[in-house]
């Protein structure tokens, strides 16, 4: 029988490919830490993030953010640019538009105060603005 450690690592690695016991533990710990619910879809989702962004953690804050602005926004089929702007500058008080606006490109989207975004993508930058390391 195997064992939901070794299912959980295999699936992670079905996405990533092989991974280092070493790393495994920390990429393990993380997502512990993080207070993400681990199905088989989140795992991969996971490992396709850390694929990109090896060095990016996800924490039970970002994941928090993330969760408020989903319910707080869900009912909007889409939101413009500069409201987008204005929900990500009180994710992060204290950094410069520049710092918020990068979030866009992480996400694979050109920033526009004019434009509307989709709600997909709006959770997008918010989530790449949430994780978003304060400098």
Sequence with gaps: MQ????????TYQSVAGKVSDRRWKSLRSELERSGMII?????????RFKTQFPR?????????????FQQDYSNYPEIS?????????????NVS??????????AN???????????S??????FFTAITRNK
């Design 121 to 126: 993508d709006a959770c997008k930058v918010v």
């Design 56 to 68: 990016t953690a996800i924490t039970k804050k970002a994941l928090n953010v993330y969760n408020k």
């Design 39 to 47: 199905t088989v879809s989140s795992l991969q989702m996971y490992a």
């Design 81 to 93: 640019g500069e409201k987008l702007l204005e929900v990500l500058r009180t994710i992060k008080p």
């Design 3 to 10: 064992s939901t450690e070794n299912y959980y690592r295999q």
């Design 109 to 119: 989207l050109a920033f526009s105060k004019q434009a509307n975004y989709s709600y």
């Design 97 to 106: 538009d520049r710092m918020l606006i990068n979030s866009w490109y992480k």
